[in-house]
């Protein structure tokens, strides 16, 4: 069955660096459109990142644009979501999802699968 494991989230503060994996099993990564997603409890999950199976088209979300980076490892089954100059405003539990199509893009509702989310807090 599909799994998706987020990991590498923590505490860190403003203008520092973050880096979390996703690692998936029982699909092939490569096979995959995948998506980072994050929420807080007064919101909705909203999108920040996706890209394509061949990870040659990438999408990020306006808030995120330039500081983000959303890549992957097909050897190790793996996506990264790197972000960078994280603001306070960044602070949610980030989600990454993966769907048996090319590309998927920023709809929630696209995604079949869903890791279990990891926590990421910026202090100020």
């Known amino acids: 069955q599909v799994q998706l494991v987020e990991s590498g989230g923590g505490l860190v503060r403003a203008g520092e660096s973050l880096r979390l994996p996703c690692t998936a099993s029982?699909?092939?990564?490569?096979?995959?459109?995948m998506g980072w997603f994050r929420q807080t409890p007064n919101k909705e999950r909203e999108f920040v990142a996706a890209?394509?199976?061949?990870?040659?088209?990438?999408y990020y979300a306006d808030s995120v644009k330039g500081r983000f980076t959303i890549s992957r490892d097909n050897a190790k089954n793996t996506v990264y979501l790197q972000m960078n100059s994280l603001k306070p405003e960044d602070t949610a539990v980030y989600y990454c999802?993966?769907?048996?199509?090319?590309?998927?893009?920023?709809?929630?509702?696209?995604?079949?699968?869903w890791g279990q989310g990891t926590q990421v807090t910026v202090s100020s």
């Open positions: 999802a993966a769907d048996d199509e090319y590309y998927s893009g920023s709809y929630v509702r696209s995604y079949d699968y």
């Open positions: 029982g699909l092939t990564l490569s096979r995959y459109a």
């Open positions: 890209m394509s199976w061949t990870g040659g088209d990438t």
